[in-house]
């Protein structure tokens, strides 16, 4: 079983810059695959892609944070990081972590995100 614990949500002005994280327990071992989701603006559940890091340090951006957002991670803390700049009012969103050890995914509690002035 696996577990994931988010922090670092909260309030920025436009422009500004937060960082999340998320550090997971529990059995996380070979190939591994860490990201970011985030909620879509309209309504229902579904969430959309952000970023996404696996355990040899390959990233991949969405198109809407590429250039703006750094996904990073601590293998040994068993970590993942979202460093978020240049933040804009449409980033506004709860913001899930992901791991995906084979053969499921696994999320975290998700952490709000308002960008607002």
């Known amino acids: 079983q696996v577990q994931l614990v988010e922090s670092g949500g909260g309030l920025a002005q436009p422009g500004g810059s937060l960082t999340l994280s998320c550090r997971g327990s529990g059995s996380i071992s070979g190939f591994f695959k860490m990201g970011w989701y985030r909620q879509i603006q309209s309504p229902g559940n579904e969430r959309e892609y952000v970023a996404t890091i696996n355990s040899f340090g390959d990233t991949n951006y969405s198109d809407a944070v590429k250039g703006r957002f750094t996904i990073s991670s601590d293998i040994a803390k068993k970590t993942v990081y979202l460093q978020m700049g240049n933040l804009q009012p449409e980033d506004t969103r709860v913001y899930y972590c992901?791991?995906?050890?084979?053969?499921?995914?696994?999320w975290g509690q998700g952490t709000q995100v308002t960008v607002s002035s």
């Open positions: 992901n791991f995906y050890v084979a053969p499921r995914d696994y």
